[in-house]
């Protein structure tokens, strides 16, 4: 395969994200993109030299593309993910992977029936500092990971998808699911959570500003997360930060670096990473899918754990995961 040849369901923000990405990297070129904003499909298009459609089945028509991308509002997930998979192409498809567990239990079937390569927007997975994080941390038994997910996006016009729990299923879902999913990936598995959701700041829509939710690991041990998007909009220095604590010590990790202890000083490490597209691009070029780090089937687990803490706090009542189907 000379280059990969990529089309985009969805041209919006996340997604200029992953073209401008892939626009850099050698052996990957997107040939055609989606949108049902005519005007957002022509602008991707024209930059990226690309052939602009308004409906994906149409796009999908065509017998040249190596892989689809998937960036789309939360509720839209479903349908255009089982088209690809009825075209047998390899996709990328942002997180969360859906609005409630049928849908994401139906394609992850089907993905599994054509055993295509997928990967997840999971991105904070491939860095530097979660591979640090990750081999300090192996073989090494867990006591407690505690999260934030601390930012200002919700103070936002409330009428947008983003802030209507039908479409969104709040922060828990659509935002904090990458510090939730990084607890996972850190932690392991999670058997139930038990959580609390108050609307304190944000009268104007039905999504809960402010989230406390607690975990038990399959491991034996511990979590908590905190999150809100009713804060500080201009701070997002409190977002995706995570204490981890292990034997008679802790590690801070956030994106950028992981922070620990040695000598008794605070010591901060970091690592060059391929990026989740280059790891993408190159599973799909190889047909391998090894080295992603983030396939379909994980992710939903992810979601699991969301669901299940919205749940828990409609219910008032501890969630065990294995209710969620």
Request: aromatic residues 8%; negative net charge; glycine residues 8%.
């Amino acid at each position: 395969m000379s280059d990969v040849k990529i089309a985009f369901i969805g041209c919006g923000g996340n997604a200029n994200g992953h073209m401008n990405q892939l626009s850099q990297l050698d052996g990957a070129r997107i040939v055609a993109v989606c949108d049902v904003q005519l005007e957002r499909a022509q602008s991707a298009a024209e930059k990226h030299n690309a052939h602009p459609y308004t409906e994906h089945r149409a796009m999908l028509e065509r017998d040249d593309l190596d892989a689809v991308y998937l960036s789309l509002p939360v509720f839209a997930h479903g349908q255009p993910e089982l088209d690809v998979i009825a075209r047998g192409l390899p996709f990328f498809v942002e997180k969360p992977v859906a609005i409630n567990m049928d849908i994401a239990r139906e394609i992850e079937e089907q993905v599994a029936k054509e055993e295509l390569i997928t990967c997840v927007g999971y991105q904070l997975r491939y860095l530097g500092s979660t591979q640090i994080a990750r081999a300090m941390l192996q073989n090494t038994p867990l006591n407690m990971l505690v999260g934030k997910y601390w930012c200002g996006t919700g103070h936002g016009n409330p009428d947008t998808w983003l802030r209507q729990m039908n479409k969104s299923g709040g922060q828990l879902v659509e935002q904090a699911t990458h510090t939730i999913d990084m607890m996972r990936y850190m932690g392991g598995e999670v058997d139930t959570v038990y959580a609390m959701q108050a609307n304190r700041v944000l009268k104007s829509t039905d999504c809960p500003d402010v989230n406390s939710l607690s975990m038990q690991f399959a491991s034996g041990a511990i979590g908590s997360l905190t999150a809100t998007w009713a804060y500080d909009p201009g701070d997002w220095s409190n977002a995706n930060i995570l204490d981890v604590f292990y034997a008679s010590q802790m590690l801070n990790w956030n994106p950028s670096r992981v922070a620990v202890r040695e000598d008794g000083k605070w010591t901060e490490k970091t690592a060059p990473s391929p990026t989740i597209d280059e790891v993408f691009v190159e599973a799909v070029r190889s047909n391998n899918g090894a080295h992603i780090r983030s396939p379909y089937s994980d992710a939903v687990k992810s979601l699991a754990i969301s669901l299940a803490a919205n749940r828990s706090a409609q219910e008032n009542r501890p969630v065990s995961i294995a209710e969620m189907g």
